[in-house]
């Protein structure tokens, strides 16, 4: 939902004065201090532990352990993922990437963090760190101009979270978690859960893209 609304946003604005030349290059606006950046990030982690663990809404759950553990994983499997990345492709690693790429690990396990095991938890975010980079450079090659990263983050790597749940759930966790047994279609559950997951990203479009974009228009013609 969030990256949806930030497309709309996004799109009904248009790009910082200065970000895109005539000639169609790229000018970077970095932020004006990393280490708050790091800051905030490092806060956002911590505060997503409680997120996780909190949707078991009992502290008796014993699926608690597991969760905290796959949300630390994921976020530190999107971050190394990001820099590497970022690494092999402009010779150097990027700080506010990384940090994105932390953010990209703990959206996408999140929907799945309760039902997936830890080695898939690390999987997920490291495609996430994968993803985050190409989304990235995919919006600014189409002068989408996103400041803080944020349809990738949350938009893109939402959406490969929620298709994740489909691909990596595993019937021993989902049944601790939520008392019944379902398998993503890696571990032989078939397509079924992958295309209640893909079912979910088309409905949360069409909800929540429309409605911000309409909104928006109110807004800057008003």
């Known amino acids: ?11 009904v604005l248009g790009p910082r004065l200065g970000r895109y030349n005539r000639d ?38 014993l699926s608690i352990a597991l969760i905290a553990v796959n949300t630390i994983l994921a976020g530190a499997s999107g971050a190394l993922c990001t820099m590497a990345v970022t690494w092999a492709l402009r010779g150097k690693p990027d700080v506010s990437l990384t ?10 396990c999140t929907g799945g963090v309760a039902v997936v095991s830890p080695f898939s938890a690390v999987a997920i975010g490291s495609v996430a760190g994968c993803i985050l980079y190409f989304s990235l450079s995919a ?25 994740a749940v489909g691909l990596f759930a595993q019937e021993q966790y989902v049944q601790n978690s939520l008392g019944y047994s379902v398998n993503g279609l ?7 859960l992958l295309g209640v997951q893909s079912l979910a990203v088309v409905s949360v479009f069409l909800w929540a893209f429309p409605l911000s974009w309409v909104f928006f228009r109110i807004l800057d013609k008003t």
């Open 1 to 11: 939902v969030g990256g949806w609304v930030s497309l709309a946003g996004v799109l």
């Open 186 to 192: 890696f571990f032989g559950g078939g397509m079924d």
């Open 24 to 61: 169609g290059s790229v000018n970077l606006i970095p932020g004006h201090n990393i280490p708050l950046v790091a800051l905030g990030v490092f806060l956002l982690w911590f505060g997503w532990f409680g997120f996780n663990t909190g949707n078991t809404l009992s502290a008796s759950n």
């Open 139 to 163: 919006f600014e090659s189409r002068r989408i101009d996103d400041p803080v990263g944020a349809i990738s983050v949350h938009g893109v790597n939402g959406i490969w979270g929620t298709l």
């Open 99 to 108: 940090l994105n790429g932390v953010l990209s690990g703990l959206v996408s």
